[in-house]
């Protein structure tokens, strides 16, 4: 037998699975009620169509990663100078890290109907809540990252007669780990936007997802959650090939 | 005990009293805090502290429908992850197969599924358990496929060449060498679970703890909603301590 060629063996069983989707859908279900609620993919793909010609998708798309990107950025800007701090200063770190243990259990959705409260509905809110998620997560990879720096580096660099020891030994040597933490924290901020936008917001991937439901358009739905996973994926991919620019040295 | 213990303990209580210090300064920040501002938008520790005792049944029942559906959501994902992991790292073509099916799911978060499940299953537990499932599954597949990937081949082979039986082999061989990272997956699947199931709760629930701090939101009742996010810390942190605690248990035979 000839082997398989690689897109086979890769994308097999999904491609199967569509197909399997589409036939199915189309022979054994005949109740137009039921094709309602499960919608074929063919019929999501013209949607997928149709939404992206009017412009719905891209402004969905936009308004979400705009608020991803303010409330990661918030994130990495409080949380990396914060995480290093920890990891650096024993003793101020621990005043600061005792208080984020004892937070750190509640689920960063969970205070969603708190910032609703103190913000009210808008995009104060869905910034707030997606930079508290995400400043959760950069300051716990910071300060891994920042206290996983080898002491001897550091020594020997010193003894060398290395001056600029911050600059040229300490933050390269942490850079890596940083950037990772930057990184799981932009996945956050995409992971816990969807659950934000649910329950207040007027625009946005999520909005697009709960109106698939609410006008019984479920095609809308999965158009809405293949470009939040597309979204999510591009995000990651972009940061890993800036990581690995950035840190080409490791 | 040990020098090194000595040390460990040493700087444990280096770090205990500023540690202790940080807690008093974030709950007089708090309770500083609540004395500018009305009670119904932000109200003090000690008016949390008695909303948490005089509300304690509607939280215990509510605190019971979450726990429901983390269990069964869990429950699921751990009996399918694992059988699914040792089928991912024993098979390569299943691996590329099925790896390409989960690396697209595990894009989508799993809060998302929430309207479409709403739709098919209407409001339930069986939503809230398919939403904790598809959080805790990805996380306890990854890493549990991880680790039966790094057993040593060389223990492998040995236990096949010396006649182990399937039960022996998966049992006493594959699963204790893959042991630690399955353990990595089902604390970072748990951590999802909680807050799969909040947001579950959130967007569309019969009852639990999510939905319970969304209607304190809607009644102006924050000390409501700080009372229920306490709950669900704490049964997190509880959890994640006994499932910490059944690891060590587990992995006491290692160095």
Not at chain 1, 171 to 184: F, N
Not at chain 2, 95 to 123: E, H, K, M, N, Y
Request: charged content about 15%; aromatic content about 6%; overall charge positive.
């Amino acid at each position: 037998m000839a082997p398989l060629s690689p897109a086979v063996t890769r994308w097999g069983l999904v491609a199967a699975l569509l197909g399997l989707w589409e036939l199915g859908g189309r022979t054994l279900v005949t109740d137009p009620r039921t094709a309602l609620f499960l919608p074929l993919p063919s019929t999501i793909a013209l949607a997928a169509a149709a939404l992206a010609r009017d412009g719905t998708l891209l402004a969905a798309i936009v308004r979400s990663a705009g608020r991803v990107a303010a409330g990661a950025g918030a994130a990495v800007l409080v949380g990396v100078p914060v995480g290093a701090v920890i990891a650096t200063w024993p003793r101020l770190g621990a005043a600061l890290d005792a208080p984020l243990r004892l937070v750190r259990p509640v689920p960063p959705v969970a205070w969603v109907p708190l910032t609703l409260l103190w913000f009210g509905v808008g995009e104060r809110q869905q910034l707030a809540i997606l930079a508290f998620a995400a400043l959760l997560v950069v300051v716990a990879g910071t300060t891994d990252a920042v206290a996983g720096v080898p002491p001897a580096l550091l020594s020997a660099a010193r003894n060398l007669g290395e001056r600029r020891l911050l600059l040229r030994v300490a933050v390269p040597a942490a850079l890596p780990g940083v950037a990772a933490a930057v990184r799981e924290g932009v996945g956050t901020a995409w992971f816990v936007l969807v659950a934000a936008e649910f329950v207040s917001a007027s625009e946005g991937l999520g909005v697009l997802i709960l109106e698939g439901r609410d006008l019984l358009e479920p095609a809308r739905t999965f158009v809405g959650m293949g470009a939040l996973a597309a979204c999510g994926a591009v995000t990651d991919l972009a940061l890993a090939a800036l990581q690995r620019r950035w840190t080409r040295w490791t | 005990m040990s020098a090194t213990e000595r040390l460990a303990g040493a700087a444990l209580g280096g770090r205990r009293l500023p540690g202790a210090l940080g807690i008093a300064a974030l709950l007089a920040a708090w309770a500083l805090a609540a004395a500018r501002w009305p009670p119904h938008v932000l109200p003090g520790p000690d008016v949390v502290l008695r909303t948490v005792l005089d509300e304690r049944a509607l939280l215990l029942h509510n605190a019971a429908r979450t726990l429901w559906r983390v269990a069964l959501g869990y429950g699921a994902a751990v009996g399918i992850g694992l059988p699914l992991a040792g089928l991912l790292a024993g098979s390569p073509l299943a691996d590329r197969q099925v790896g390409s099916l989960l690396t697209l799911l595990r894009a989508i978060p799993p809060f998302a599924w929430t309207p479409i499940l709403l739709l098919w299953l209407g409001i339930g537990d069986g939503s809230a358990a398919i939403i904790v499932f598809l959080g805790a599954l990805f996380p306890i597949v990854r890493q549990a496929r991880a680790g039966f990937a790094a057993v040593p081949p060389a223990l492998l082979l040995a236990a096949r060449n010396l006649g182990a039986s399937p039960r022996i082999y998966w049992i006493d061989v594959v699963l204790p060498g893959a042991a630690p990272m399955v353990f990595s997956g089902l604390r970072l699947g748990w951590a999802l679970a909680w807050m799969s199931v909040v947001a579950a709760e959130l967007v569309g629930a019969d009852g639990g703890l999510g939905q319970m701090i969304l209607d304190a939101r809607n009644l102006a009742r924050p000390d409501l909603a700080i009372a229920g996010m306490v709950a669900i810390g704490a049964l997190a942190a509880a959890s994640e301590g006994l499932l910490t605690a059944a690891e060590r248990h587990t992995l006491r035979w290692r160095p």
